[in-house]
């Protein structure tokens, strides 16, 4: 089906208010007022309608949260919202405001759920294993943000192996949206070891920084010789600051991709 692009009918429009701080009298005053648009405006009942007016409050979510433990679907809990506000305007937003918000607590609960199960599951761990080792941050609304873990297993190898390391971030393909960093070796039967593992808040130089000095501290402070990663600027920055004298390497797979994307004689 093919939608026709809805006629813009704002465009050149002179409406203005500009205010200005004065000082001499501690005060805002108006400098400019122009109240004629070029297109019409909302009435009285489009008003509540509008984004800027509509609101969904914490009442309106412990109300819903409540219906919903009773089996009440969303669309009749806004049903009887409005029916209690005395119609749709009293309401002041839509279903699809309500479901948004619904999904949007839905969500919240389940992360930080999964971060509760996520460190307690670490914690068994640690009891299991002496030599487990697991640090993790969190935000400024005291969410888990960066987790990072190996276990005793991990440390032996790195011990034995830990001259090279591979360290990568994959996509973001898991549903907390964070970017998975592993840190990998080989053996000596030419086969592949993990170090370490973490899940970032973000790709940025100074979360890298804090993921490698987490590596560090876990591998009590031993160092690669040499590091191998994709050519991320951000990595490249925190592992000079962190690893200075270890030699940084790209990734041949990488360097190949690169190659055959960008040069067309083959």
Not at 75 to 94: E, H, L, P, S
Not at 242 to 263: E, G, K, Q, S, Y
Request: net charge positive; with cysteine; aromatic share 12%.
């Amino acid at each position: 089906m093919v939608h026709t692009p809805r006629k813009e009918t704002r465009e050149n429009c002179r409406a203005t208010f500009s205010v200005k701080y004065c000082p001499k009298r501690d005060a805002y005053i108006v400098t400019k007022f122009v109240k004629k648009h070029s297109h019409r405006l909302a009435n009285s009942r489009e008003v509540p309608f509008l984004r800027l007016h509509r609101c969904v409050m914490e009442s309106n979510i412990a109300q819903s949260m409540s219906m919903r433990k009773a089996s009440i679907k969303t669309n009749r809990t806004y049903d009887y919202m409005v029916d209690q506000a005395g119609g749709y305007i009293k309401v002041r937003f839509t279903s699809k405001d309500l479901y948004n918000r619904m999904d949007f607590e839905h969500r919240q609960v389940v992360l930080n759920g999964d971060a509760q199960a996520a460190i307690s599951y670490m914690n068994s761990k640690a009891i299991a294993d002496p030599e487990f080792f697991c640090m993790f941050s969190v935000d400024e609304e005291n969410r888990l943000a960066n987790l990072f873990w190996r276990d005793s297993q991990s440390l032996h190898d790195y011990c034995c192996f830990g001259d090279v390391v591979i360290f990568d971030s994959t996509y973001k393909t898991n549903v907390y949206d964070k970017p998975l960093v592993v840190f990998v070796g080989v053996n000596n039967h030419n086969a592949t070891t993990v170090f370490g593992c973490a899940f970032l808040v973000d790709e940025i130089a100074d979360i890298y920084h804090w993921v490698l000095r987490t590596f560090l501290t876990s591998m009590k402070d031993k160092k690669p010789i040499s590091i191998v990663t994709d050519g991320d600027e951000a990595m490249r920055i925190a592992i000079d600051e962190v690893f200075p004298d270890a030699h940084h390497c790209l990734c041949t797979w990488h360097i190949m991709r690169n190659v055959n994307t960008n040069v067309n004689n083959p």
